[in-house]
Structure formats: C-alpha cells, structure tokens
C-alpha cells in the first residue's frame, strides 16, 4: 500500500525556520517524481516544488523561490522542504504528493499534511 | 502563469442530481487537465485525469470532457459521499502546476 506521511510542521515565528519530511513506502520511491503543494487555511491548492526522481531537477514556485530548498534521499525514500525565512503567508497545510501517472504533474497519491503556522 | 476558473465556486444539490462543475483555463492546455476531490481535514484524491480518464476506483457517476480551454466535471447522480469540494489543475505547464479555486458541492 502506497503511504505518504508528512512530519515537522509546527509553530514558528515570522523570519524563522522549519524543515519538514515526508517518509514513503509502498513503492520504489527512487522511481517517482515528487511535489510539495500548500493549502492555506479555509483556501485552494498551491503547488510549491518539484523533484525528479533522481534530485537532479528542481523546481519552487515563485512564491517561494529563495527561501524553501526541496530535498530526497533516495535511501531513506524521503523528501523534504527546508523552509526559510518563514511569513505568515506561509502558513497552510503542506502535502507532498507523487507525481505518480506518467511523470506529467498528475499527484495520484497524497500525504495526510503537516500544518506550518507561522506567528508571532 | 496559467490561471484555472472554476465555476461555481459552491453549490447546493440533492442527493441524485445531476452536476456539473465548469474549469476554464486562461490559455490551451490541450487535455491536460486533472480534477480532485477533498473532503474537510483530508487530502485531495484523483478523480480523474486527461481532461476524461477516471482514476483506477473512481466510480463511473463521474466523468469529465473538455480540451483546450474549457472542461467540465459531470457527476452523473450525486451521493452522500460526493459532497466535498472539487478542483481542476492543469499540468500544461508542467512541473509548473496551478489549481482552480474549487467548487464546494453542499448538500441542499
């Protein structure tokens, strides 16, 4: 069974910093493309970031471009989003979700969410 | 950037309605379109994809079309279950994806 489970959101102050993880398992997680996407309180999806599956090819939205860094590692099938300089528009519920249907940007699978507040 | 427009952004229908949620894209985007299901406190799930292909285990009442700039979400008759808001996202621009704004289907 595919799995996703995102870990290490929490509260943060506006200029902090934060790291979140995704573990996998269910699948040969060095295989998939894999994406962070947002969700603000009471809002739509935002999509944040893109791997490939080998790390060598990334991508952030301009949103965020600058101060989050996506990261895998292939052996431990994670993927994480460092998260700097943090504002309070950051604030939402992060998924990571694979990119599961011919690579094309199409998230057939989701974590259940780490929600980040940021807040003094 | 491509912008997704969904419309409407709610509304209220009874138990075996006929529904229909309309994307539009703010250029072509050809098939690549997906549409999502969330309910409050989970994740999205797949419905369906290219613009018309229903995801494994998706029940059949759904059912999409469209290509180029407009698509539509059709469910066929609507249950208890399919009461959760609903959103397009084109892959066009791939990895660069955006969302539509979603469409809340609520129980009238």
């Known amino acids: 069974e595919v799995q996703l489970v995102e870990s290490g959101g929490g509260l943060v102050q506006p200029g902090g910093s934060l790291r979140l993880s995704c573990a996998a398992s269910?699948?040969?997680?060095?295989?998939?493309?894999m994406n962070w996407v947002r969700q603000a309180p009471g809002k739509g999806l935002e999509w944040v970031s893109y791997?490939?599956?080998?790390?060598?090819?990334?991508y952030y939205a301009d949103s965020v471009k600058g101060r989050f860094t996506i990261s895998r590692d292939n052996a431990k099938n994670s993927l994480y989003l460092q998260m700097n300089s943090l504002r309070a528009e950051d604030t939402a519920v992060y998924y990571c979700?694979?990119?599961?249907?011919?690579?094309?940007?199409?998230?057939?699978?989701w974590g259940q969410g780490t929600l980040v507040t940021v807040s003094s | 950037a491509i912008r997704m427009t969904q419309s409407p952004s709610s509304l209220s229908a009874s138990t075996g309605d006929r529904v229909t949620i309309t994307c539009r894209a703010s250029?072509?985007?050809?098939?690549?379109l997906a549409w999502y299901q969330q309910k409050p406190g989970k994740a999205p799930k797949l419905l369906i994809y290219?613009?018309?292909t229903l995801q494994s285990g998706v029940p059949s009442r759904f059912s999409g079309s469209g290509s180029g700039t407009d698509f539509t979400l059709t469910i066929s008759c609507l249950q208890s279950e399919d009461f959760a808001t609903y959103y397009c996202?084109?892959?066009?621009?791939?990895?660069?994806?955006?969302f539509g704004g979603g469409t809340k289907v609520e129980i009238k």
């Open positions: 791997i490939s599956s080998s790390g060598s090819t990334i």
């Open positions: 250029q072509g985007i050809s098939s690549y």
């Open positions: 290219a613009a018309s």
């Open positions: 979700a694979r990119d599961g249907i011919a690579a094309a940007g199409i998230f057939d699978y």
């Open positions: 269910g699948f040969t997680f060095s295989s998939y493309e």
């Open positions: 996202q084109q892959y066009y621009s791939y990895p660069r994806l955006t």
